[in-house]
């Protein structure tokens, strides 16, 4: 089955400087890669996605690349502010991210410091 | 109103006893997924169903049970609960078809003692 490696399990910035969190996974069929985030005591909630026909998506302050030959891709917060402390998940899923179902990474504390 | 909502919020409950978590969704979405968050945050998934049909059974015990009265249902019936059941107990759901993430329920914090 599919594995997804996430790194840094830690992750502290000064508040305005860019974040960077990078996930690994192993079945070359999986095609869809979404990433949470999820804040202390609620529930995950999908800050952006990408298909594997697209190697960069960005949505204001997010982006997210996707290299699939290496088999990587990484969430890139820019301009970071206090409301982005929070735990962030990337995933990985084959099927588009259906009955398959998602495998999540093992998650990112992302702390910004003021 | 709630996209997918889960009762209860806390379960604190003995060893050995059963327990339900029911989950609801209004979206109208297809498919439905019960997924485990451990104490380090992991999130595993445990079962899919997809219009009432279980697609996803994962390596979870026996104990564990889901049931999907219909599309827009899904519950977690647990028997003789154990301490390793502690967790937080997130159902989820997704249109049936394309590629769309997860909306996620507010989740049940079981604490077994």
């Known amino acids: 089955g599919e594995n997804v490696e996430q790194h840094p399990s830690t992750l502290s910035v000064q508040e305005g400087d860019s974040a960077v969190i990078k996930c690994t996974y192993s079945?070359?069929?999986?095609?869809?890669f979404p990433w949470y985030k999820q804040e202390l005591g609620k529930r995950p909630q999908l800050i952006i996605d990408?298909?594997?026909?697209?190697g960069e998506k960005k949505d204001q302050r997010i982006a997210v690349t996707l290299n699939k030959t290496a088999k990587h891709f990484s969430l890139h917060i820019t301009e970071t502010q206090p409301e982005d402390s929070a735990v962030y998940f990337c995933?990985?899923?084959?099927?588009?991210?259906?009955?398959?179902?998602?495998?999540f990474g093992k998650g990112t504390h992302l702390i910004i410091q003021p | 109103d709630t996209a997918v909502s889960q009762t209860p919020k806390y379960l604190v409950t003995q060893m050995g006893n059963d327990k339900s978590i029911k989950c609801e969704q209004n979206?109208?979405?297809?498919?439905m997924y019960w997924y485990k968050q451990d104490s380090k945050k992991f999130l595993k998934i445990m079962f899919s169903?997809?219009?009432?049909?279980?697609?996803i059974n994962e390596t979870v015990p026996n104990r564990f049970s889901p049931k999907s009265p219909d599309k827009a249902h899904l519950n977690l019936h647990i028997n003789s609960l154990e301490l390793g059941d502690s967790a937080v107990y997130f159902c989820?759901?997704?249109?049936?078809?394309?590629?769309?993430?997860?909306?996620f329920g507010s989740g049940t914090r079981l604490t077994v003692v």
């Open positions: 979206l109208g979405h297809d498919t």
């Open positions: 079945d070359s069929a999986s095609n869809y």
């Open positions: 169903y997809n219009n009432k049909e279980l697609i």
């Open positions: 995933a990985a899923s084959t099927g588009g991210g259906g009955a398959d179902g998602l495998t």
């Open positions: 990408i298909r594997s026909n697209v």
């Open positions: 989820a759901s997704r249109p049936g078809t394309g590629y769309y993430g997860y909306t």
